[in-house]
């Protein structure tokens, strides 16, 4: 005769690991590999286009506020302090190269997010 009764609730270990195994099987049945690895790419697609709408924005801020401007000049400082002078002078040729295009990177960067989130939402459909 067994000890336990047939009506008792399962354990937590029991219910855990019921759950577990629907999730895998929910998971394998709707393709979740596939889904996930789609995500995960265009999801990285996404982040340069963010970073150029950034780096566009703040320039553009930068060039109408004189505080961020002498703000970006002190860190470019301390940078050029801390990590020697020909990353300080590498990062001002960068940030220079960055003001002068900031016009065309701004749109690029919009257009391609906007490619990035029709192809995620293109996924999750």
């Known amino acids: 005769m067994s000890d336990r009764d047939p009506l008792a ?6 219910r855990m690991g019921s759950a577990v195994a629907t999730a895998c099987t929910r ?7 596939l ?17 150029l709408i950034m780096i566009a924005v703040l320039s553009w801020l930068s060039r109408l506020s004189p505080a961020l401007r002498v703000q970006r000049l002190e860190w470019l400082d301390m940078v050029e302090q801390n990590a020697g002078p020909w990353v300080g002078e590498q990062l001002r ?5 960055v003001d002068t295009q900031a016009g065309v990177s701004g749109p690029v960067g919009v257009l391609t997010l906007l490619i990035a989130a029709i192809g995620i939402f293109i996924q999750l459909e």
């Open 27 to 33: 998971w394998l049945s709707d393709d979740g590999w």
């Open 93 to 97: 040729n960068l940030l220079r190269g």
């Open 9 to 14: 609730k399962p354990s937590l270990l029991g």
């Open 35 to 51: 889904l996930s690895a789609a995500m995960a790419y265009y999801g990285a697609f996404a982040l340069f286009p963010l970073c």
